[in-house]
């Protein structure tokens, strides 16, 4: 007889109930808390010169990864042929 896996979760992990209404299982308003916490430090980052650098090398790369996606949507799939 087979057995089956439970997938543990952050939520477990944590010692909390899983929310069904997000991905990780953790409850949104415990999210929420977290988001709070760090969200300062994040825009503090990005408004130094080295955390503009790292925003703009992103930019970039998300741009190259939209012309590539959008070259290959025009010509179609690519099938190598033997």
């Given at each position: 007889?087979?057995?089956?896996?439970?997938?543990?979760?952050?939520?477990?992990?944590?010692?909390?109930?899983?929310?069904?209404?997000?991905?990780?299982?953790?409850?949104?308003?415990?999210?929420?808390s977290i988001a709070r916490m760090v969200l300062?430090?994040?825009?503090?980052?990005?408004?130094?010169?080295e955390g503009q650098k790292e925003f703009e090398?992103?930019?970039?790369?998300?741009?190259?990864?939209?012309?590539?996606?959008?070259?290959?949507?025009?010509?179609g799939p690519v099938i190598e042929q033997m």
């Open positions: 007889m087979a057995t089956t896996r439970k997938t543990i979760t952050e939520a477990d992990l944590m010692g909390l109930p899983p929310d069904p209404n997000t991905e990780c299982g953790i409850p949104e308003h415990v999210l929420e300062p430090d994040i825009i503090a980052f990005f408004e130094t010169e090398e992103w930019r970039q790369a998300q741009e190259l990864l939209k012309q590539q996606d959008e070259e290959q949507s025009e010509c």
